[in-house]
């Protein structure tokens, strides 16, 4: 028979909280509490998300958005009326389901915008193509910072947080956060051509 001290890898301790538990945890603003709720449900809600969309860029989104969503609301979560992992996975469907719908709507106005127009002349494909190799460029360029430059750039710049925002979401210092941010922004500055 085995037991929990055995080590690593014989299971989950018994002495771990479990999932409800770091949930109403999180909803007191505990963070260690959140990075137990992120480790847990991070796997199981890219699952889903992934099967609904098929994306994996999409899917990434979708399961940051949802696991910020449980982190600000995780106050609305009740054991009572089911467990922690069903509410999360319920978010998390929710939210992929939404981005089907978006993009699908996207999809159809395009469809209809597309058969009442003519196609467009070279110069706006030639604009395009210039537009999709800029992205890749920048895209190249972000990946070639460093992890913790990449989460801080990303928070800051594509989820639209502030500073202190970004401070709190990662649990580290306002200065640390700024500091990142620098070194992140004249990393890109320099893979992208521009000057320091």
């Not at 989950?12 to 409800?20: I, K, N, S, V």
């Not at 399961?63 to 910020?68: G, I, R, T």
């Not at 600000?72 to 939210?95: N, V």
């Not at 800051?156 to 956060?177: F, W």
């Amino acid at each position: 028979m085995r037991s929990a001290d055995h080590g690593e890898g014989a299971g989950q301790r018994t002495d771990e909280p479990d999932l409800d538990q770091l949930m109403l945890r999180t909803a007191d603003g505990d963070r260690e509490a959140f990075t137990g709720v992120y480790d847990r449900a991070a796997g199981p809600v890219m699952g889903l998300v992934h099967r609904v969309l098929r994306d994996p860029a999409q899917s990434e989104e979708v399961v940051q958005d949802v696991l910020l969503e449980v982190w600000r609301t995780s106050g609305r979560f009740h054991p009572g009326r089911g467990s922690a992992m069903t509410w999360i996975m319920t978010l998390a469907h929710r939210r992929a389901v939404d981005r089907v719908r978006s993009s699908q709507a996207r999809a159809d106005r395009e469809r209809r915008v597309a058969v009442l127009t003519p196609g467009p002349p070279f110069d706006d494909v030639t604009e395009q193509v210039e537009t999709h190799l800029e992205w890749q460029r920048v895209r190249r360029c972000v990946h070639a910072l460093t992890d913790v430059q990449r989460e801080t750039v990303a928070l800051a710049y594509y989820g639209g947080l502030s500073y202190k925002e970004v401070a709190q979401s990662l649990a580290v210092p306002l200065g640390t956060v700024k500091t990142r941010l620098r070194d992140g922004l004249i990393r890109l500055r320099a893979c992208l051509g521009g000057t320091p």
